[in-house]
């Protein structure tokens, strides 16, 4: 009976190891780690950080670069970028609250945002399917497109007498079961998109392209359709975040989204979607943006000036992006830096 039961623990602490290792070996377990730390050092120095309704705010917070973010890790896991979606966002929302100004029910108007978003999407597909430039470059050009449209449409002012009465700000941007009702949208679709990247013909595709474009197109994979439709996901993303935050502001300020392209890519590239391709977590690319979120709230706790949270944002994309190539270098040690693809 002893040897029984000595067998049994022996296999359970064996199953538990197992369990622990496959954890430790998850893309993103390395950036829920460092946020808890993070979270717990600065609680340590500043309790109230550590309060309940601080933290649901930078949860909140946090909602609309993770979505951008859960998206661009379907770029980057094929070897693209999407610098266009901080004025996709701001653009979407913008037309949301032009359209509410005109007489739109809130509702569609909301539905409208994510519908513009996917079309700016497709423009950005278009152009670089048209001209055969780099996503990159494209992307380059309608940042300052959708921005200078945002601003065109508006006069450079606020778009503000919105009816915030309506069931589309009290609700979508109130608050259920103790969360804010955009963090729940936020939590379903990075469910989603989990799914969609680790179980669906789509999400394989997008992998294996950026593993080995050559051998994707080998076995029949058409570079230039998932493209097209990786870029249309994350304009929809866009336009759902506008969609959002036009909930929760009440306002629309066509300079909103502004520097969003970097903070998306910093937290897919901390949340574990490296820079060389072939895998991606829209998982990890939401606790990124979770991360960020902490750290520009904590500079605040600690009287960091509000103008220093730009410098620090782009001290940690540089430290991201910094890791991220240091550890592809090492896995391929013939490759010189600077040489790669």
């Keep these: 009976m002893s040897e029984k039961r000595a067998r049994a623990q022996t296999q359970g602490l064996e199953a538990l190891e197992a369990f622990g290792q496959r954890i430790a070996a998850t893309e993103s377990i390395s950036v829920v780690v460092a946020t808890v730390v993070v979270v717990i050092v600065i609680g340590l120095f500043h309790p109230d950080f550590l309060e309940k309704s601080n933290l649901l705010n930078i949860l909140q917070q946090s909602v609309y670069i993770g979505l ?49 978003g996917g079309l700016f999407g497709l423009v950005n597909a278009i152009a670089v399917q048209l001209f055969r430039i780099p996503t990159i470059v494209a992307t380059l050009a309608t940042l300052s497109m959708g921005r200078g449209l945002a601003l065109a449409l508006t006069s450079g ?20 079961f103790g969360l804010a009702t955009s ?11 989990t799914v969609i990247l680790r179980m669906t ?35 929809l993303l866009a336009g759902l975040g506008g969609a959002l935050g036009l909930a929760f502001f009440i306002s629309g300020d066509p300079n909103i989204g502004t520097g969003f392209e970097l903070q998306a890519i910093a937290a897919a590239v901390i949340g574990g ?14 606790v990124g943006a979770i991360l960020l979120s902490v750290v520009s709230s904590g500079l605040l706790f600690f009287d960091v000036p509000l103008n220093w949270t730009a410098f620090a944002t782009g001290a940690v994309i540089l430290l991201a992006v910094a890791l991220d190539s240091l550890v592809r270098h090492r896995r391929r040690p013939d490759q010189q830096p600077g040489l790669g693809p």
């Design 157 to 176: 002012q606020q778009v503000v007498n919105l009816p915030a009465e309506n069931s589309f700000f009290t609700d979508l941007g109130g608050t259920k």
């Design 183 to 193: 963090v729940w949208v936020f939590l379903a679709v990075i469910l989603l998109l």
């Design 201 to 235: 013909p789509f999400g394989y595709r997008v992998r294996s392209i950026g593993s080995n474009p050559e051998a994707a197109v080998f076995s029949g994979i058409s570079i230039s359709l998932v493209r097209v439709q990786a870029l249309v996901l994350i304009g």
């Design 273 to 286: 979607t490296p820079l060389r391709g072939g895998s991606g977590t829209a998982f990890g690319a939401a």
């Design 68 to 116: 951008l973010a859960a998206g661009m890790s379907f770029l980057l896991a094929m070897r693209e970028i999407d610098l266009s979606v901080g004025s996709n966002f701001g653009l979407s929302l913008i037309i949301a609250a032009l359209l509410m100004q005109h007489g739109w029910n809130p509702w569609l108007a909301g539905g409208a945002a994510v519908v513009a």
